[in-house]
Every structure is written in structure tokens, then in C-alpha cells.
């Protein structure tokens, strides 16, 4: 019977067939354990010499590290292993001996890896954020569908910037000039005044000089827009989704988080509501933490974003930000318009912003202000404005960078493990 790993307790006590790669292997004079993994998981292969055929017990002590195999044998319940099961091998065949394979089981520098991150995505570590990043993606989906929210794909090739104009890919549009989206929110904002409540999934672009381990130059957004929401509800919206991925992630990738050592107890508590602080009192919060040059009106770093988050078990949204430091569509706040209604979400432990969202500006005369003092001149966000010309309503929205959210969840150090290939200021290759 040809199955794979992750069916493998549908066939206890049979015999089945399964195509895999050698992971590691460990053998004495008796006895050879081998580290079987086939993408869908892993398992353990046991050959004991008095029960196979000479050949086979040579041919299992003889593999090579990433050799492909057809392996044959009986699945057994094992309750020391992690996976649960475990299986006494009767036959090996090769499909390809892997020579050298160059990642080993001993220590390699992260450049190293990095370099050769097209072989490092088979690590059982790899594989686990790369579930577990699947597992966020799904949930993302469901929690939308769910919800009613239309998925709506907005254009990577944009003649416009969205978020500010330093940090823009150029590239040329035939005789135009073309930029690659760093967000798909101006159109989401079109697409939310056609279908009500959109969200949209792709990749996003900053040619950001920023080496930290929270930054890369592609990156993959989640961004809901939804007409007829206030910045309240903005939030409220953003707290059950956040949770709904966590939970989701703790029903679907037990195995994963264990692999990845998660302290699971950090993520069973995210549940909605999540804490809410002014930018003023985070402010405020900041200089009694020795935080003693930071005056309002700056931006936060990411030591700000850390010491403000320790404060929380739970992501703590900031609202109310200076206008000044935040992008050009965000409504002021009716009360005093220095301030806007914004939020950005700030993971815990150290993890950073993982939101950004706002209302946004719904008055046209505002707006055409706001096109004056950021200098949005020509025709290229002209269509823009008739959003607020046609059938103006209120309306807010986010984005959240999945490999921050990923970051978080399953406790990566360093962005460039969530994303299979990742873009860094200095990587392009694999
Ligand atoms: O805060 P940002 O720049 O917000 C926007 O782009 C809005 N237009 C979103 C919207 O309202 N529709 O980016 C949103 C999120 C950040 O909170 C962060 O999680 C992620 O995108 N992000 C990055 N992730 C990795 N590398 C980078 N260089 C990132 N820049 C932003
Ligand atoms: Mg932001």
C-alpha cells in the first residue's frame, strides 16, 4: 500500500510503501535507525539486521544523507517518539543517491544556510515554520470567508507610491515609469466601495535600507478594507483575527509548535480584547522606562516597540499617532486633529508591529489638502480623490505582514526563516 507519512495511523500493524529522503541516519553492528522524512513529515525507520535480508541491512548502513528511497515496512505504534509511530523496515530501494549533501547534522553559520536555503527548507525546522506559515495562510481565508469579506487582488505594477516615496522599487513600465506595490491599500479602498468588506493577500515591495531581523525587501501583506467601519470596530476586527490565526495554529500545528520548542502558554492567552494605549501615554510609559530623549512627535524604533510590549502578554495596540509621522489618507481624529485614528498592532515578546491600519480620510476637500502638503501631484492618484467624490463613506482598514506574524508564532529570531526564499539587502540568491 503507498501512503505517506502523515497518513501513516490510518495503517498500523500493516505493511506500506512510502517515497522518502534519509534525514539522518544512526546504525551499530544489529541495529540501523533511519530519520525518514517525505515533506508531508517525519518518522523513524527501524532495520534490524536478524530480520532483513543481508542486502538490506548492508544497503540501509550504506545511505546517504538526502539519498531517495522507496522504503517498505509495517507500520508500529511508538509512544517515545513524538510522532507517535514508528516503522520496521522490510525493503529499501533507491531512487537516487544524494552525494555530499552539504548541510550536515553538525552546526552551520547562518550565511552558510542562507546560501543554501533551496536545501536548508528540508530541515525539520524549516519544515515546521513553513506548516505553521501555511497554517496562518488558511486560517486567513477562513476567518475573511467567514466574515464576509471578498478577496481582491490588487495590481503589483502601480504608477503610484502607497506608504511614502524613499522606499519605492522602480522599474520601467515600457515608456512609463513603474513602481512594485509596497501595499495594495489605495486600491483595496476602491475595491471596498464596489464588494463592502475586501481583504487582499500578496506580495509587497520596500526597497528599505533596513538590515534588522524584522525587515525584508518582499514581503507578503494581509489587507482587509471594509467600508462603513469606524476605527473602534477597526480594532475590534483586527483582535479576532489575530486570535482566530493563533488558535488555529495551536489546534493544526501541535507537532510543529513542539518541534519548534514554542512555549505554547505565551499563545493560548491571545484571545480577544487585546490592551489599547494612546500614543501619548505610550509616550508617557516610555520616559518612566528611561526612555529620556524621546519626545512627542517622533516615531517609535523597534527598542520603543519592546519596551512598550513588555508591558502586555497580549499584542498591545498604539493609537492616536502624531499625523505628522504617519502616512498621508489617515483621518484625523475629530477632537484634535494633530492625532490620527490609527493603531498599529505591536506583537509580544519582542516581536514588533505586525499592523498597521486607520480610518481613512473620507472628506475630498481634506484629502485634496493632504495631496497639497505631501505633493501628490499628476495624474496618477487622481482616481483616488473620486473615492471620495462619489458616494464618500467612512471606512478603515489594515495590513499585517505574515512573516512578522509568523515570526511571532512560532518563535523565529529572524524574519528571513518565515519566508521560503527570502529578500534580503544583501540576498538575492537562491
Ligand atoms: O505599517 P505598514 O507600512 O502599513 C501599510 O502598508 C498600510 N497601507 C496597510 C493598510 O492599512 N492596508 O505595513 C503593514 C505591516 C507592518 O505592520 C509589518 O507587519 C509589515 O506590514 N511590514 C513589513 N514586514 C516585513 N518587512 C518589511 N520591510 C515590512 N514593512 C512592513
Ligand atoms: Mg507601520
Given at each position: 500500500?503507498?501512503?505517506?507519512?502523515?497518513?501513516?495511523?490510518?495503517?498500523?500493524?500493516?505493511?506500506?510503501?512510502?517515497?522518502?529522503?534519509?534525514?539522518?541516519?544512526?546504525?551499530?553492528?544489529?541495529?540501523?535507525?533511519?530519520?525518514?522524512?517525505?515533506?508531508?513529515?517525519?518518522?523513524?525507520?527501524?532495520?534490524?539486521?536478524?530480520?532483513?535480508?543481508?542486502?538490506?541491512?548492508?544497503?540501509?548502513?550504506?545511505?546517504?544523507?538526502?539519498?531517495?528511497?522507496?522504503?517498505?515496512?509495517?507500520?508500529?505504534?511508538?509512544?517515545?517518539?513524538?510522532?507517535?509511530?514508528?516503522?520496521?523496515?522490510?525493503?529499501?530501494?533507491?531512487?537516487?543517491?544524494?552525494?555530499?549533501?552539504?548541510?550536515?547534522?553538525?552546526?552551520?553559520?547562518?550565511?552558510?544556510?542562507?546560501?543554501?536555503?533551496?536545501?536548508?527548507?528540508?530541515?525539520?525546522?524549516?519544515?515546521?515554520?513553513?506548516?505553521?506559515?501555511?497554517?496562518?495562510?488558511?486560517?486567513?481565508?477562513?476567518?475573511?470567508?467567514?466574515?464576509?469579506?471578498?478577496?481582491?487582488?490588487p495590481p503589483i505594477l502601480t504608477g503610484t507610491s502607497a506608504?511614502?516615496g524613499s522606499e519605492l522599487f522602480h522599474t520601467k513600465y515600457f515608456d512609463e515609469d513603474a513602481y512594485l506595490s509596497q501595499?495594495g491599500?489605495l486600491y483595496?479602498?476602491?475595491?471596498?466601495?464596489?464588494?463592502?468588506?475586501?481583504?487582499?493577500?500578496?506580495?509587497?515591495f520596500?526597497a528599505?535600507?533596513?538590515?534588522?531581523?524584522?525587515?525584508?525587501?518582499?514581503?507578503?501583506?494581509?489587507?482587509?478594507?471594509?467600508?462603513?467601519?469606524?476605527?473602534?470596530?477597526?480594532?475590534?476586527?483586527?483582535?479576532?483575527?489575530?486570535?482566530?490565526?493563533?488558535?488555529?495554529?495551536?489546534?493544526?500545528?501541535?507537532?510543529?509548535?513542539?518541534?519548534?520548542?514554542?512555549?505554547?502558554?505565551?499563545?493560548?492567552?491571545?484571545?480577544?480584547?487585546?490592551?489599547?494605549?494612546?500614543?501619548?501615554?505610550?509616550?508617557?510609559?516610555?520616559?518612566?522606562?528611561?526612555?529620556?530623549?524621546?519626545?512627542?512627535?517622533?516615531?517609535?524604533?523597534?527598542?520603543?516597540?519592546?519596551?512598550?510590549?513588555?508591558?502586555?502578554?497580549?499584542?498591545?495596540?498604539?493609537?492616536?499617532?502624531?499625523?505628522?509621522?504617519?502616512?498621508?489618507?489617515?483621518?484625523?481624529?475629530?477632537?484634535?486633529?494633530?492625532?490620527?485614528?490609527?493603531?498599529?498592532?505591536?506583537?509580544?515578546?519582542?516581536?514588533?508591529?505586525?499592523?498597521?491600519?486607520?480610518?481613512?480620510?473620507?472628506?475630498?476637500?481634506?484629502?485634496?489638502?493632504?495631496?497639497?502638503?505631501?505633493n501628490l501631484t499628476g495624474g496618477s492618484y487622481e482616481w483616488y480623490?473620486?473615492?471620495?467624490?462619489?458616494?464618500?463613506?467612512?471606512?478603515?482598514?489594515?495590513?499585517?505582514?505574515?512573516?512578522?506574524?509568523?515570526?511571532?508564532?512560532?518563535?523565529?529570531?529572524?524574519?528571513?526563516?518565515?519566508?521560503?526564499?527570502?529578500?534580503?539587502?544583501?540576498?538575492?540568491?537562491?
Amino acid at each position: 500500500m503507498k501512503t505517506t507519512i502523515s497518513q501513516v495511523s490510518k495503517y498500523v500493524g500493516q505493511n506500506v510503501t512510502i517515497g522518502t529522503w534519509l534525514a539522518n541516519k544512526r546504525s551499530s553492528g544489529k541495529i540501523a535507525f533511519l530519520q525518514l522524512r517525505d515533506g508531508t513529515g517525519f518518522i523513524q525507520g527501524v532495520v534490524v539486521k536478524a530480520e532483513v535480508s543481508e542486502d538490506i541491512f548492508a544497503k540501509a548502513k550504506s545511505l546517504t544523507q538526502e539519498s531517495s528511497l522507496w522504503v517498505t515496512g509495517t507500520v508500529r505504534e511508538d509512544e517515545r517518539s513524538p510522532f507517535g509511530y514508528e516503522l520496521s523496515i522490510t525493503n529499501i530501494e533507491v531512487i537516487n543517491e544524494s552525494v555530499d549533501y552539504p548541510i550536515t547534522p553538525k552546526e552551520h553559520g547562518v550565511e552558510f544556510l542562507m546560501d543554501h536555503r533551496h536545501l536548508w527548507l528540508r530541515s525539520k525546522r524549516q519544515h515546521a515554520i513553513m506548516k505553521v506559515r501555511n497554517e496562518i495562510i488558511r486560517a486567513t481565508y477562513e476567518f475573511f470567508n467567514n466574515n464576509g469579506f471578498v478577496k481582491i487582488d490588487p495590481p503589483i505594477l502601480t504608477g503610484t507610491s502607497a506608504e511614502g516615496g524613499s522606499e519605492l522599487f522602480h522599474t520601467k513600465y515600457f515608456d512609463e515609469d513603474a513602481y512594485l506595490s509596497q501595499s495594495g491599500q489605495l486600491y483595496m479602498e476602491a475595491a471596498a466601495m464596489a464588494l463592502g468588506k475586501v481583504f487582499s493577500f500578496g506580495p509587497t515591495f520596500r526597497a528599505e535600507k533596513s538590515k534588522t531581523k524584522r525587515h525584508l525587501i518582499e514581503f507578503w501583506m494581509i489587507e482587509p478594507e471594509m467600508a462603513f467601519v469606524e476605527h473602534i470596530e477597526n480594532l475590534e476586527i483586527q483582535e479576532q483575527y489575530v486570535s482566530y490565526i493563533v488558535q488555529a495554529v495551536l489546534t493544526n500545528c501541535k507537532l510543529e509548535l513542539s518541534t519548534l520548542g514554542r512555549d505554547i502558554s505565551r499563545l493560548e492567552i491571545i484571545k480577544p480584547p487585546f490592551p489599547r494605549i494612546t500614543y501619548d501615554e505610550a509616550i508617557k510609559l516610555l520616559k518612566k522606562k528611561g526612555f529620556d530623549d524621546i519626545e512627542w512627535g517622533e516615531d517609535f524604533g523597534a527598542p520603543h516597540e519592546a519596551a512598550i510590549a513588555e508591558e502586555y502578554e497580549k499584542p498591545v495596540f498604539i493609537t492616536h499617532y502624531p499625523a505628522k509621522i504617519k502616512a498621508f489618507y489617515m483621518k484625523p481624529d475629530p477632537n484634535r486633529s494633530e492625532v490620527v485614528l490609527c493603531a498599529d498592532l505591536i506583537a509580544p515578546e519582542g516581536y514588533g508591529e505586525i499592523i498597521g491600519g486607520s480610518q481613512r480620510i473620507d472628506d475630498l476637500d481634506l484629502m485634496k489638502q493632504r495631496y497639497d502638503e505631501h505633493n501628490l501631484t499628476g495624474g496618477s492618484y487622481e482616481w483616488y480623490l473620486d473615492l471620495r467624490k462619489y458616494g464618500s463613506v467612512p471606512h478603515s482598514g489594515f495590513g499585517l505582514g505574515l512573516e512578522r506574524t509568523v515570526a511571532w508564532i512560532t518563535g523565529a529570531e529572524h524574519v528571513r526563516e518565515t519566508i521560503p526564499f527570502p529578500r534580503l539587502l544583501n540576498r538575492l540568491y537562491p
